[in-house]
């Protein structure tokens, strides 16, 4: 406090008072490193090791219990050519889009709807949020039963307008239909207020100026809106597919019931088995631990391939 | 007058859209509420029942027979409840140390932090099942706990938090009374930033109390599971003989979700779309 006046105020740090650094070197900051450190060491435990050892794993053959034996690139040549995991990468990727896009559309439509009705849009957010506070489990059991061939609602309402009844769970589509529907459900009220909150941002006069130019309410969210949400859709696009490429919960839940090998074969013919399913039946299904850790770094190049696609997509259409 | 009349007419329609997408949000709950109150008998005829029915209790009383629900909630409470409160003192004074101060090595350190945000959960999952059957952890709720008491996203999401919620005046103002770092931590930093605990705290609990994946191959004792695991197993053994029971279950598994969500409801709203649009 008493110190002389300085002409310009000198940038304020807390923790380098000038003197104290090279003599006590890094030691003096200790109690910073002590307060990061439990995030890194559970990393270290948890993490690191885990990658490191699943990399390792992959080149081993290993029944989890027995002696591991090292099996060189075999793994991943016969992940190339197993045709089981190309029919999960397929399963994963349709069912991904049959959700996502229909998702990504929807919660455009609510997020432009609610930014503009003025009243009850606090309601209107909470009742919209509500689908994504539910446990996976649980709302997988109420879809099979809206599924469900015989007492299911979506097959009474085609019964009553006169259409045949669809067996849901046991046809390939109808796997993958009622799979995407549950998570379009899930996760349409959490974008369209992630959406909403990039709609807000965007200054009125923009609106008021295209309205001034002629422009209709289509044009308008073209020309203005969409522009200025890329940033946010990207946001959006990245997340979904990080998480609906690592699909796990919804198809395990929604289609035991009607496995027959195994609780993790995604239903009659392998048709909702995701890639995270099939990692989870040669691991822990079939004790395959080394196959099991080739095909989850299969399933992360995947995952970084298709994130990589998606960026790209989105950023090309800014340079248009 | 006609231009009134016009958005007076576009306001309804506008209402009467969403009031739809919100009955479509809302109808699996109301389906799940009317399947708990039915017989397996009623569930199967039709045409199906769109009101409740008469037989919620004993389809509890079917439920509590099944599996052990208050046994297998208060675990999933046990989990989700621990793992909330290590996650926001660790992510919380990891995120004071990255937000407040400079160290030797905290760009790397915060860089490494990030990259770790990106592993996907598989690639750890069979070495984490291996390591923690060698320490003995499997079955037990250890499993559940240690790993997850500190991670990436909550010590980002608090450091940004911080960066613009604690002002350095009042840290250096603190530090000339002669508080240390831990005071400094808990009384100047963590009162400014409650909301941002709020939002962290309520994120945790519901992730925690929904994860489904790491449970179900760490908790190897069918009579230790959470409520989760313990769901799905009656899903997937009793769900052609007791719809109504197995129903009633996934509707009382969300009650204390709901609650949380409930009381944090403004919180969360209001901060999510934050991370999108920084």
Known sequence: MATAPALEKPPLTVAEPPAARPRKGILKYWRLYAAISPFYLLFLAFGLIPVGFSLYLSFHRWDGLGSMEWAGLAQYKYLLADSDFWNAIGNTIIIWALATFPMIFLAMVTAVMLNSAVRFKNLYRFAFFLPNVTSVVAVAIIFGSVFSTNFGLVNALLHAVGVDQVAWLNTPWGIKVAIATLMTWQWTGYNAIIFLAGLQTIPTELYEAARMDGAGPVQTFFRVTLPLMRPVLLFVLVVSTVTGLQSFSEPQVLLQTTANDSTFSGGPGHAGQTMVLYFFQQTFDNNDFGYGAAVAWGIFLVVVLFSIINWRLVQRRDED | ?278
């Open chain 2, 1 to 278: 007058m006609a231009s009134i009349k016009g958005s007076l007419r576009r306001s309804i329609g506008l209402h009467a859209t969403l009031i739809l997408g919100v009955l479509l949000s809302a109808f699996p709950f109301y389906w799940a509420v009317i399947m708990s109150t039915h017989s397996s008998s009623e569930i199967f005829s039709y045409p199906p029942k769109l009101l409740p029915g008469s037989h919620f209790l004993e389809n509890v009383r079917h439920l509590f027979d099944a599996i052990d629900f208050f046994g297998s909630m208060w675990n999933s409470l046990l989990v989700a409840v621990t793992v909330t409160f290590l996650v926001l003192f660790f992510d919380s004074l990891a995120a004071f140390v990255f937000a407040k101060f400079e160290f030797p090595g905290r760009k790397v350190l915060f860089a490494l932090m990030m990259a770790i945000f990106m592993v996907p959960a598989q690639l750890q999952a069979i070495p984490q099942f291996v390591i923690m059957a060698k320490i003995g952890w499997i079955g037990s709720m250890t499993a559940l706990i240690v790993p997850a008491a500190a991670n990436a996203f909550g010590i980002f999401w608090m450091r940004q938090y911080m960066k613009n919620a604690i002002h350095d005046e009042l840290l250096d103002a603190s530090k000339l009374d002669g508080a240390g770092f831990l005071r400094q931590y808990w009384h100047v930093a963590l009162p400014v930033v409650r909301p941002g605990l709020a939002f962290l705290g309520i994120f945790t609990f519901m992730g925690q109390w929904n994860d489904y994946a790491w449970p179900l191959i760490a908790l190897t004792n069918p009579d230790n599971v959470t409520l989760q695991v313990a769901l799905s197993q009656l899903n997937g053994t009793h769900g052609t003989t007791d719809y109504g029971m197995v129903m009633t279950g996934a509707l009382l598994a969300l009650v204390p979700l709901l609650i949380v969500f409930a009381i944090g409801a403004k919180q969360i709203i209001a901060d999510l779309g934050k991370g999108a649009i920084r």
